[in-house]
C-alpha cells in the first residue's frame, strides 16, 4: 500500500489495540496446559494469527471471535505437525514455536517463515534447547530458519548469551514441562522487562522456579504442568508509543485508551521518555495522555525498550538540541536494521540524523516532503507516518502494509484523529 500523509494536526482519543506481546504468551502458554482457557481482548492481527494457527497446528483446538479465544490445551505433548509450520512475520512465535516443538514424543516438525524471518538468527535458542536434549538443527546451517525440531527436551544446564529476549522467555515457558530440572545462566541479557513479563506469566499459570534479582541464575522443577489462562489482554504499550509521541508533538493532544502503567510491559517507559523531553503528561487508570509542547533533546538508554527506536528517532527531529538513542545495538536484528532504516528514511526527509553503532544522534530538523519506504517493517512505516504529519510537506509512504502486522487499524485511528491520508495504491 502506497499513501500520502499531508500537514496535519493531531487530536482525539484513540483505543490501544491488545498487547502484541500478551498474546503470544497467552496462546504458547494456553495450548501448553491442561483444561479450556479463554483470552479476553486478544491482539487481532497478522502476527497474533500467525501464533494461533501455530499452536493449532501443535494440537490445541482453538474457537476464536475477535473479542475472546478459547483454547483446549494439549497438555504438553504437542501433536506432530501435518505439514510444515509456516510463522510468517511473527518472530516471537518462532521462538516460542521452536520450544514447543522441542516437547515432541515423536516425529519431527519444521518452522519456517517469511523472508524476513528466515533472516533473523536464532541460533543461541537452538543451541540451548539442544543442551538440554531436544534437537533442532538450522536446515541451512545458518542458525536462522527453516528449523527442523526433534524433541525432548530432557533438561539440565546451558548458558546462553542474548540481545533478544524471547529466547529466554521460550525457554522459561518451556523447561518446567522438560523430565528434569533445569538451570540457567543468562550472562548477558538484553530487553529484560520482556524476561520479568514471562515471568509473570508463569507466576499467575502456577509454575515453580527460582531465579536471582539479575536475571541472571534459573532453576526450574521439571514435570510441571499449566493450569489454564483466563485473563484479559492489555493495551500494548509499544503500539501505543506511536500515538502517545504523536500527542507529544507540537499543537497535538492525545488520549490513548486501554493503557495500565502497572502492567508488566517495558514499554510504558515511553511515557517516561516524553516526560523528560518535555511533554504534557497525564496518566488515568486507564489512559494516558500525551499533550504537545516545544521538546527538548535528551540522551535515553533503549537497552530494554528497543521497539520504540523508530518512534523516538522520528519525534527527536522536534526536539530542540541533540537527542542520543544508546545501547540498542539488538535493534539492528527486529525486522530491518531499525538503525540503518531510520537513518536512511528521516534523511529523505532532511533529518539531520547520524547512526552509532549502537543507536543513532538525531539534531533538531525541519522534516520536508518527500518520498520514504517502510521496508516491509511495521514499526518503521508507523513512525515514518506520525513523522509526516509534522513535515512541512506531503509525505508519500511505500510499503504501508506493514502495519497489520500489529495494527490493522492504523491508518484509520491516524485519519480519526486528524490525519491527512491519501491512499495513493491499496
Not at 486501554?258 to 510491559?265: I, K, P
Request: with cysteine.
Amino acid at each position: 500500500m502506497k499513501v500520502k500523509i499531508y500537514p496535519s494536526r493531531l487530536s482525539g482519543t484513540v483505543r490501544i489495540p491488545g498487547s502484541k506481546s500478551h498474546t503470544i504468551r497467552a496462546v504458547t502458554i494456553a495450548s501448553l496446559a491442561d483444561g479450556n482457557s479463554e483470552i479476553h481482548h486478544p491482539l487481532v492481527s497478522l502476527d497474533a494469527l500467525s501464533a494461533r494457527e501455530t499452536y493449532r497446528a501443535f494440537g490445541a483446538e482453538i474457537d476464536a471471535d475477535d473479542s475472546c479465544w478459547r483454547i483446549r490445551g494439549f497438555g504438553g505433548i504437542p501433536r506432530v505437525p501435518d505439514n510444515c509450520i509456516d510463522v510468517g512475520n511473527s518472530g516471537t512465535t518462532m521462538n516460542m514455536a521452536l520450544g514447543t516443538a522441542s516437547l515432541l514424543r515423536q516425529g519431527m516438525a519444521v518452522l519456517t517463515g517469511d523472508e524476513q524471518v528466515r533472516r533473523r538468527p536464532n541460533g543461541p535458542l537452538a543451541e540451548a534447547l539442544n543442551a538440554l536434549g531436544a534437537e533442532v538443527v538450522s536446515t541451512r546451517g545458518t542458525g536462522t530458519p527453516p528449523f527442523a525440531v526433534r524433541g525432548r527436551l530432557r533438561g539440565g544446564h546451558t548458558t546462553i548469551e542474548v540481545k533478544n529476549s524471547q529466547y529466554v522467555s521460550s525457554l522459561l515457558i518451556h523447561a518446567p514441562l522438560a523430565d528434569q530440572p533445569t538451570t540457567l545462566h543468562v550472562p548477558v541479557l538484553f530487553e529484560k522487562p520482556y524476561v520479568a513479563m514471562t515471568l509473570d506469566w508463569l507466576r499467575r499459570q502456577g509454575i515453580q522456579l527460582e531465579h536471582d534479582d539479575a536475571l541472571e541464575h534459573f532453576r526450574i522443577p521439571g514435570g510441571q504442568r499449566y493450569q489454564p489462562v483466563n485473563r484479559a489482554i492489555p493495551g500494548d504499550f509499544s503500539t501505543a508509543t506511536f500515538f502517545l509521541a504523536a500527542g507529544a508533538l507540537p499543537g497535538n493532544r492525545m488520549r490513548c485508551l486501554g493503557l495500565n502503567m502497572n502492567d508488566t510491559q517495558g514499554d510504558k517507559a515511553v511515557v517516561d521518555y516524553l516526560r523528560a523531553m518535555g511533554a504534557d503528561i497525564t496518566v488515568e487508570s486507564d489512559a494516558v495522555i500525551t499533550g504537545g509542547v516545544r521538546l527538548e533533546g535528551h540522551e535515553f538508554d533503549l537497552n530494554a525498550t528497543p521497539d520504540a527506536l523508530p518512534m523516538m528517532a522520528a519525534l527527536a527531529c522536534h526536539a530542540s538540541g541533540e537527542t542520543r538513542l544508546v545501547n540498542v545495538a539488538q535493534a539492528r536484528l527486529k525486522e530491518t536494521d531499525r538503525i540503518q532504516v531510520m537513518r536512511e528514511e528521516l534523511s529523505r526527509l532532511g533529518a539531520d540524523i547520524s547512526e552509532r553503532e549502537d543507536g543513532l544522534i538525531i539534531r533538531e530538523s525541519a522534516l520536508r516532503g518527500g518520498t520514504v519506504f517502510s521496508h516491509g517493517d511495521h514499526r518503521v512505516a508507523m513512525a515514518l507516518a506520525v513523522a509526516a504529519t509534522a513535515a512541512e510537506g506531503p509525505v508519500t509512504i511505500d510499503g504501508m502494509e506493514a502495519v497489520s502486522v500489529t495494527y490493522p487499524e492504523f491508518i484509520d485511528h491516524l485519519t480519526a484523529a486528524g490525519g491527512q491520508v491519501e491512499i495513493l495504491e491499496p
